[in-house]
């Protein structure tokens, strides 16, 4: 049994010592910089990010778990249509988007060229129009492609929910939405609460939209001290920093939920759904619409015109570069998704404070810009693969070259420590499905500790390692600063491809690539969105006319 | 065979693993310059000499960063910059080594090469006024200073100053004002600035053809870009913008480099230094000056396309080592004077 121990804590170890070797920089004194800092931008980056949380927030909330409730609850038009394709819009990155709406709605785009041709306007004198390139326009693109982390993970919870319990709601006289509040809501609240958490430590850590609309926030405070300062250490510092605020977020909602941990049991039949009036099945088709049309059809069509307009930027070294981004997401995706079920059973099993503490630490990854766990793992990394160089040099006249951070390796682990937690929190809260009595049935059974994760949790459990899997395909698909600091030579993404040219102000350019990274990201997110709707336990069972 | 193909998927999961070895005839170059504008020169290169390359691309002070921690082990062989600041940062940083090519004194004038031979210069640009000639008068927008004037009544456009070349351009006003004046500067330009610093340097200009700003400041191979583009409205643009000399009466226009330099750890000098011995001779410097409408650094070879109707200009010679010591400074001040 105490292997476990000492496999969690290996993992966790592992996993943290990038973000452990960034926060030792708190100690490390750095001069005057914090001064000046403080006297000149750091309140306007503290008060943007605080800003940029609430209304991500606020907006990811409402639609995130609004349709999740609408399409595995109720039924009105197109609802199955809307059930797989609200998912779309997490294969298209935020800085994909900002893009491209900028691209349409900027000055010489074809929106705001329309309107002056229109109403003879000449220039921007004669006309008021939105800026895209602010914070209201920062929130919206990131509610846009952030809600579907809401929606993905309060849709799984109400459909692991099982009927009996929304049963009682009705039999005790509540109707659909009084059953919403009162009983699938606070039910489901861990998985709503993961899912903003997600929302919320990307919408913290973007660094391309907020740096494409000239938004100032922690993110980019930290690479203009880092690169434009030339402090790395305040840039450490100020990560750590970052890293502390979300732990402490994360801290205030474990303790508000603190024994309350539900398990439920009991039938999972065919889920009833509630009929709708007519507005009410309006209002679910135009809700479920409105983040599908904005956060994908739209752009992603705008993207297809432009592709077409600079074909010449389609050569041959696409397939390359799909390759290798898929190559790179699937192979975390696996790496993550076992290493969080490891982590999470090991942690049910030996739920100690030690255990407890190490299993955050090693989430906390997420909570950090990209670039700045490059800097941690470069700093570790470099060091032990110029020791083995210099062991091997010295002992057996051979040079290792750098075996870590010349090949995938490193990049790979960055990849990791970075999202981790994300596989992590959606495998743990659908851990709490497990009861403590089928773990008991199990092991009675004579079952091995391991041989019950596999063959138990495994089975039961599977809608949710497939979605942490997706999560974290997807999230690699799109990583951009980590990949560029890290990747060995020869390595090119789509990604790093897409933020070039667009960075270059070459958008209709750039959305050859874009478009390319959604539809890698797209296909998966399909399917998996398919296999979580099949995968409902109890769903094979179904009678055929019930 | 059950287990066969497990291993196989094992061997393919794991194939990450397999170090990157470079071989003999190859040049491995970290480049801050984006891959589709110095490919073309890279596969020429390619042919012509027969040495491969291999490609990794990135921002200046990131790409130094790497430098600085792989050490003695760094594959890289060549450090190419879009700035001449990082390349004195680097020297000073310890990961170039000093090389010396009778080609490359011929080709590069001392002005635009390290004293020591740690860097060379291969392309240069100036970074320039522009207006719209239809509501601003020229005169009065004649040097960088005068756009920081409190009654100048035009709104300014430029980039955030996380931008590079707006460091370097503040880091040369440290050089020539000191730093009291450079504040003061820096606070005169924000206080007319049009709208929040944002978007590059084309945005810069196409504000102005949009009536966002009346002035912009930008590098000169943007407008140079917009006025070889076939785009409609990129043409559009070049007919409501002029561009203006600035400071011709003094010390003349500031004046910024790409470059590269061969690294401490190059396991293959020969070849790197071919390689920036190609990128300084007539073809490759064309090439800069035709593609990329630079200005090429190589006495022998004419600026060419859009740039030549540009004209000649005066150019500021500062000492390009001052703008590398001022860069830090550069910054603080900008932030203190809530240029974002």
């Not at chain 1, 009996?164 to 109707?175: K, Q």
């Not at chain 1, 997807?474 to 667009?502: C, H, N, W």
């Not at chain 2, 700035?83 to 990961?95: C, H, I, W």
């Not at chain 2, 593609?291 to 060419?304: D, G, L, M, Q, T």
Request: with cysteine.
């Amino acid at each position: 049994m105490r292997i476990w121990t000492f496999i969690l804590l290996g993992i966790a170890c592992l996993v943290a010592a990038p973000v452990v070797v960034i926060l030792t920089y708190l100690v490390i004194p750095s001069g005057d910089v914090w001064s000046h800092l403080a006297a000149t931008v750091l309140p306007g980056y503290i008060i943007n990010s605080l800003w940029l949380m609430l209304g991500v927030g606020a907006g990811t909330l409402i639609l995130g778990v609004g349709t999740a409730w609408f399409v595995t609850m109720t039924s009105f038009p197109w609802r199955r249509f809307f059930e797989w394709s609200l998912i779309m819009p997490l294969a298209v990155p935020a800085y994909v988007i900002a893009f491209t709406y900028t691209g349409l709605l900027e000055y010489s785009g074809p929106v705001q060229t329309y309107l002056r041709e229109l109403f003879g306007w000449s220039s921007v004198a004669d006309y008021w129009f939105p800026q895209i390139r602010s914070l209201p326009g920062a929130i919206i693109m990131m509610t846009l492609v952030f809600y579907p982390y809401v929606y993905m993970l309060s849709r799984a919870a109400f459909l692991e929910q099982s009927v009996s319990v929304l049963d009682a709601g009705r039999t005790l006289g509540r109707n659909a939405g009084s059953t919403f509040v009162h009983v699938a809501l606070p039910l489901a609240r861990p998985a709503i609460v993961g899912g903003l958490a997600l929302a919320l430590m990307e919408t913290l850590n973007d660094f391309g939209t907020v740096e494409f609309f000239a938004v100032d926030t922690f993110v980019t405070g930290i690479y203009r001290t880092w690169l434009g300062l030339g402090e790395p250490g305040v840039a450490a510092q100020l990560g750590s920093i970052l890293m502390l605020f979300i732990l402490a977020l994360i801290l205030m909602e474990r303790w508000s939920r603190k024994g309350k941990v539900t398990y439920t049991v009991g039938s999972y039949k065919r889920l009833p759904r509630y009929s709708l009036s007519r507005s009410g099945s309006a209002a679910a088709f135009f809700m479920c619409l409105f983040p599908v049309f904005f956060g994908f059809i739209l752009p992603v069509g705008a993207m297809l015109a432009w592709t077409v307009q600079t074909w010449a930027y389609v050569d041959s070294r696409f397939i390359q570069m799909a390759l290798t981004s898929l190559y790179l997401s699937g192979i975390t995706a696996f790496i993550a998704v076992l290493t969080a079920l490891v982590l999470s059973y090991g942690h049910r099993l030996r739920p100690g404070k030690l255990n407890s503490a190490a299993v955050r630490m090693a989430g906390m990854g997420y909570a950090v810009p990209g670039a700045i766990i490059a800097l941690g793992i470069m700093i570790p990394f470099t060091f032990v693969d110029n020791f083995i160089d210099g062991f091997a040099r010295q002992y057996f006249n051979y040079s290792t070259g750098l075996i870590l951070t010349g090949t995938w390796t490193a990049l790979i682990f960055a990849y990791l420590v970075r999202f981790l937690a994300v596989s992590y929190n959606t495998v743990e809260s659908s851990m709490a499905k497990v009861t403590p009595s089928m773990d008991g049935a199990a092991r009675t059974l004579g079952l091995s500790a391991s041989k019950t994760l596999f063959r138990v949790y495994g089975p039961i459990m599977r809608p949710s390692l497939l979605t942490a899997a997706v999560l974290v395909f997807v999230d690699v698909m799109k990583e951009l600063p980590a990949t560029l600091m890290m990747r060995p030579f020869g390595l090119q993404t789509l990604a790093i491809r897409s933020y070039e040219l667009a960075s270059d102000g070459l958008l209709k350019e750039s959305s050859a690539s874009s478009l390319a990274i959604v539809a890698v990201g797209i296909i998966p997110v399909i399917m998996l969105s398919f296999m979580i709707s099949k995968a409902r336990p109890g769903t094979k069972k179904r009678m055929p006319s019930t | 065979m059950k287990q066969i193909k497990y291993g196989l998927v094992l061997v393919f999961i794991f194939s990450f693993l397999v170090p990157f070895k470079s071989f003999a005839s190859e040049v491995n170059i970290y480049s801050a310059r984006q891959e589709h504008l110095i490919k073309p020169l890279l596969d020429i290169f390619q042919e012509q000499t027969g040495i491969s390359y291999r490609l990794l691309t990135g921002q200046g002070p990131a790409l130094l960063e790497r430098l600085k921690s792989e050490g003695i082990n760094s594959p890289a062989d060549v450090l190419l910059t879009v700035d001449v600041g990082n390349l004195v940062a680097a020297k000073q940083s310890n990961v170039l080594r000093p090389v010396t090519s009778e080609v490359l004194n011929a080709n590069i004038p001392s002005q635009y090469r390290d004293d020591e031979g740690y860097w060379y210069g291969l392309s240069a640009r100036s970074r320039v006024i522009y207006y719209a000639p239809d509501r601003v008068d020229p005169a009065r927008i004649s040097t960088y200073e005068s756009l920081a004037d409190a009654d100048l009544g035009y709104r300014v456009c430029v980039r955030s100053s996380s931008n590079i070349y707006n460091q370097s351009l503040m880091a040369s006003m440290i050089a020539h004002h000191g730093p009291e004046k450079a504040y003061e500067w820096a606070r005169g330009l924000v206080d007319n600035f049009g709208r929040r610093p944002q978007d590059n340097d084309t945005g810069q200009i196409r504000a102005v053809a949009s009536g966002e700003c009346d002035v912009a400041i930008a590098n000169t191979y943007y407008f140079g870009r917009l006025m070889s583009s076939q785009d409609r409205s990129d043409q559009q643009v070049v007919e409501r913008v002029a561009l203006l000399w600035p400071n011709q009466e003094e010390r003349g226009a500031h004046m910024n480099l790409s470059g590269a330099g061969v690294t401490m750890s190059s396991k293959n000098v020969d070849a790197a230094v071919a390689l920036i011995e190609f990128l300084s001779q007539e073809g490759a410097q064309s090439f800069y000056a035709a593609e990329n409408n630079e200005y090429p650094v190589n006495p022998r070879v004419e600026p060419s396309g859009a740039v030549k109707e540009l004209g000649g200009f005066k150019a500021d010679s500062l000492n390009l080592s001052d703008i590398e010591k001022y860069s830090a400074q550069a910054l603080r001040i900008m932030d203190r004077a809530g240029w974002r």
